[in-house]
């Protein structure tokens, strides 16, 4: 009988730090428009024992992206504030991660002023560049990466010479 429980655990269970994060950004990114999978992804997310920087970035994104729903000021401050110092974390873990940076900066980058929380809008801009301009992009996956080429742009935030290299990245 013991057999057969250790068997059966061993099948059902997923090992730590073994997730299909395909899955998580297409979640994410549907997150943003309803509540409902943005509850469903942090409780996934949260559920995981053996977080990496990137999936701690991705539950601190879900968790700003929860405050969006919320419709208590309270609980949408407390959302976000918990968020950004998951992403915070993640940031300090895995700097040159530039899915992490391109996470925490499209955040900040969505706040209102007023809040005083797109502190590392900067930050995070240079480091993004810096890291498509000299191709230490590791293994990021080519739509992503357009993705992120794209979204940087359209914020008006990046110079002249930071939108060229963005664009000699294409």
Not at 14 to 29: M, Q, S, T, V, W
Request: glycine share 6%; aromatic share 8%; charged share 25%.
């Amino acid at each position: 009988m013991r057999l057969v429980l250790l068997l059966f655990s061993m099948i059902f269970t997923i090992p730590a730090g073994a997730y299909d994060l395909n899955a998580i950004r297409l979640e994410f990114y549907k997150s943003v428009d309803d509540a409902g999978v943005a509850n469903a992804l942090f409780k996934k997310l949260k559920g995981i024992e053996k977080k990496d920087a990137l999936l701690l970035a991705y539950l601190g994104s879900t968790e700003a992206v929860k405050a969006k729903h919320a419709w208590n000021p309270y609980n949408k401050l407390s959302l976000l504030k918990a968020g950004s110092k998951k992403l915070e974390q993640a940031v300090g873990e895995d700097p040159n991660n530039l899915e992490i940076r391109f996470l925490r900066f499209s955040m900040e980058h969505y706040l209102p002023t007023f809040l005083g929380s797109s502190k590392h809008l900067d930050e995070d801009r240079k480091q993004i560049v810096k890291l498509i301009g000299a191709e230490k992009l590791g293994t990021v996956d080519k739509a992503l990466l357009k993705n992120i080429i794209s979204f940087m742009k359209e914020t008006k935030r990046c110079s002249s010479s930071e939108l060229a290299i963005l664009n000699k990245a294409l």
